[in-house]
C-alpha cells in the first residue's frame, strides 16, 4: 500500500523486474523518471561537491570543485551551480541540502575557525532564503537545511550504515580536524543551540597548546590530516595539505601510530562519559583503524573504566566513507519532504504526475544527467 500510494504521487514508478520465473512478473520500484531530487553538498575546507539524490538513494555527482577556503570562493560558485541545476531540474527539486565543516548556528550561520569563518551567512552567499529553524538539522519543505558534516554523517549511518538498529551509538568524522557526535534512537544530538557536534575541542589530548577556536588543549590538535601535518614538519592549516596529508597517512607510520594513539585516547574517554554500543569512524578515521588499529586499541583500552572492560563497544568504519556526509544532507532534506506538508505541496504542484506511465525509462537508469551515479 505504501508503493502504491508513492506511485499514484509520482514518487516512485513500479516496472517488472529483469529476470523473473513463471506467473505474474515481480514489479520492482524505483524512483519516477519525473519525481522529486534532492540537491546535497559537502562543502569541506578545500573542496566542495554537488549531487543531486532521488528517492530511494541513488545519488548522481553533478559537480566538484576546489576553492581557496575563503567564503566568497567557496560559496559563491557553489550557489552559481546550485541555481543552475535547480533551472535544469525545474519542478523536481525538492530542497537543498548542505554539509559544513564547522558548528552551525541560527539561520545557517557557520564558523570554520582553521578558515578563520567567523558567523559566515551560508544562504546569503548560496543566493538562498535563510532556514526558518536550522537547529538540529531539520526545516520545512523547500526551505534549505544547512548544518554540520559530522551530525550529517551520524545521520546517514544510523540509517544506511554502521548504526541502523543501534539504540546508543558515537560517531567521530576524522578530516582536517575531528568532529564527534552522540547518536540516540537513530537521531545525532544537536544540543541546545544545534551545535553539538563539536568533540573535537574538548580536551581529550592532555596538552594545552591554544586551538584556533578559541580553546585550549583540543583534541583536534592531535587527531586528523593537520596533526599528521605537524607531526612531520609540514605546513598546515587553512585547509590546505590533503595531498601531503594523504602522503604521511601511507608513508610514515610513526604519524598514523601518533594520531590513532590519540584518537583511541578520546574514544576511551567518550566512551566513559555516554556509554555507546558502538564507535562508528569515518573519514580518515577508518584508515587510522586500518593502519593502526592495534595503536589504537591499546591506547584506549587501559583508560576505559574497569566495568567496561569486559564489553567495550565495537569501533568499526563507517559503511559510507566519505560520502557520510553529502548522504546525511540527502536525508534531512527528504524528511522535510516526506511530510503531510510536503506530500500536499508536491500534489498541488504536480496534479498530473501520478497519471503517467514512464515505460519508456527503466527505473535502473539516473535520469539526471551528472557527472557520475554513486
Not at 500510494?5 to 520492482?28: I, K, N, Q, S, Y
Not at 576546489?66 to 560559496?75: K, N
Request: aromatic share 2%; with cysteine.
Amino acid at each position: 500500500m505504501l508503493v502504491a500510494g508513492l506511485a499514484e504521487d509520482g514518487l516512485l514508478h513500479e516496472e517488472p523486474a529483469a529476470e523473473h520465473t513463471r506467473g505474474r512478473p515481480t514489479l520492482v520500484p524505483g524512483p519516477h523518471p519525473d519525481g522529486p531530487v534532492a540537491l546535497a553538498a559537502d562543502v569541506r575546507e578545500d573542496a566542495w561537491e554537488l549531487a543531486a539524490c532521488e528517492l530511494g538513494g541513488r545519488v548522481t555527482v553533478l559537480a566538484v570543485r576546489p576553492h581557496d577556503g575563503t567564503p566568497q570562493d567557496a560559496l559563491g560558485p557553489l550557489g552559481e551551480a546550485v541555481a543552475a541545476h535547480r533551472r535544469r531540474l525545474g519542478h523536481r527539486v525538492i530542497g537543498i541540502g548542505v554539509a559544513l565543516a564547522g558548528p552551525v548556528r541560527h539561520h545557517g550561520l557557520v564558523d570554520i575557525a582553521h578558515l578563520n569563518w567567523r558567523s559566515v551567512d551560508v544562504p546569503a552567499l548560496l543566493g538562498l532564503p535563510a532556514p526558518s529553524q536550522a537547529e538540529g538539522g531539520s526545516s520545512a519543505p523547500g526551505v534549505p537545511v544547512i548544518g554540520n558534516d559530522t551530525a550529517f554523517a551520524a545521520l546517514a549511518e544510523a540509517r544506511r550504515g554502521r548504526l541502523q538498529g543501534v539504540r546508543v551509538g558515537l560517531h567521530l568524522h576524522v578530516d582536517f580536524d575531528p568532529g564527534g557526535v552522540l547518536v540516540v534512537d537513530g537521531h545525532p544530538v544537536a544540543g541546545a543551540s544545534g551545535i553539538g557536534a563539536e568533540l573535537g575541542h574538548m580536551p581529550l589530548g592532555g596538552g594545552d597548546r591554544p586551538c584556533l577556536c578559541g580553546a585550549r588543549g583540543c583534541w583536534a590538535m592531535d587527531v586528523g590530516a593537520n596533526a599528521l601535518l605537524r607531526h612531520v614538519g609540514l605546513a598546515y592549516g587553512g585547509g590546505r595539505g590533503r595531498e601531503q596529508a594523504e602522503r604521511v597517512l601511507a608513508t610514515s607510520q610513526e604519524a598514523v601510530r601518533a594520531n590513532a594513539e590519540a584518537l583511541g585516547r578520546g574514544i576511551a574517554a567518550l566512551v566513559n562519559a555516554h556509554d555507546p554500543e558502538v564507535v562508528t569512524l569515518s573519514g580518515h578515521g577508518v584508515e587510522l583503524r586500518e593502519r593502526a588499529g592495534a595503536a589504537l586499541l591499546a591506547a584506549c583500552e587501559p583508560l576505559l573504566m574497569t566495568i567496561r572492560r569486559d564489553r567495550p563497544p565495537r569501533i568499526e568504519g563507517s559503511a559510507l566513507g566519505w560520502r557520510g556526509s553529502l548522504l546525511g544532507a540527502m536525508e534531512s532534506v527528504f524528511d522535510a519532504f516526506l511530510t503531510t506538508g510536503g506530500l500536499e505541496l508536491w500534489r498541488k504542484d504536480h496534479p498530473d504526475q501520478g497519471r503517467d506511465t514512464p515505460d519508456r525509462q527503466s527505473v535502473t537508469h539516473s535520469t539526471l544527467g551528472g557527472e557520475r551515479p554513486l
